[in-house]
């Protein structure tokens, strides 16, 4: 399946994401406006499929880009999930140059196998650390 990721949030609709947010069992009741604030102090990262200019995945960073990040609000559109959309978009994430050496943090109850993949340890039953190089 071919995939293009776009970075920053003046390059995605806050309205798409909020559709997208709005199918989580997290982020159902936020605002537009809450949702563009957040995607407005954030790193944001949308997922598009080729052949469609619709938002499929988002994702966001919260980073001093010194000693840690936060990764949040990852979602695929139900309808396009289990097609490695989600590990595409989270390794992209995670290989970027602006997280390198940082230590990550993120919470889930249900994605915990995913993202141990990429180094993340379940601090309890629903944080997760991956702890930097340094």
Same mark, same amino acid.
């Given at each position: 399946?071919? =995939?293009?990721?776009? %970075?920053?949030?003046?390059?995605? +609709?806050?309205?798409?994401?909020?559709?997208?947010? +709005?199918?989580?069992?997290?982020?159902?009741?936020r605002s537009?406006?809450?949702?563009? +604030?957040?995607? %407005?102090?954030?790193?944001? =990262?949308?997922?598009?499929?080729?052949?469609?200019?619709?938002?499929?995945?988002?994702?966001?960073?919260?980073?001093?880009?010194?000693?840690?990040?936060?990764?949040?609000?990852?979602?695929?559109?139900?309808? =396009?999930? %289990?097609?490695?959309?989600?590990?595409?978009?989270?390794?992209?994430?995670?290989s970027s140059?602006?997280?390198?050496?940082?230590?990550?943090?993120?919470?889930? +109850?249900?994605?915990?196998?995913? =993202?141990?993949?990429?180094?993340?340890?379940?601090?309890?039953n629903r944080?997760?650390?991956?702890?930097?190089?340094?």
């Open positions: 399946m071919n =995939y293009r990721i776009v %970075s920053g949030a003046e390059n995605l +609709k806050v309205e798409e994401v909020h559709n997208l947010l +709005k199918t989580t069992y997290w982020a159902d009741k537009v406006e809450l949702v563009s +604030k957040a995607m %407005s102090n954030s790193d944001c =990262y949308g997922l598009f499929l080729d052949n469609k200019d619709e938002l499929v995945g988002f994702a966001r960073v919260i980073s001093d880009h010194a000693t840690m990040y936060y990764l949040c609000d990852v979602i695929i559109d139900a309808n =396009y999930r %289990s097609m490695g959309l989600g590990k595409a978009l989270v390794s992209y994430i995670e140059p602006r997280y390198e050496g940082l230590s990550g943090l993120l919470k889930t +109850k249900d994605a915990q196998g995913l =993202y141990q993949k990429y180094g993340y340890e379940v601090a309890n944080a997760m650390i991956k702890y930097s190089n340094h």
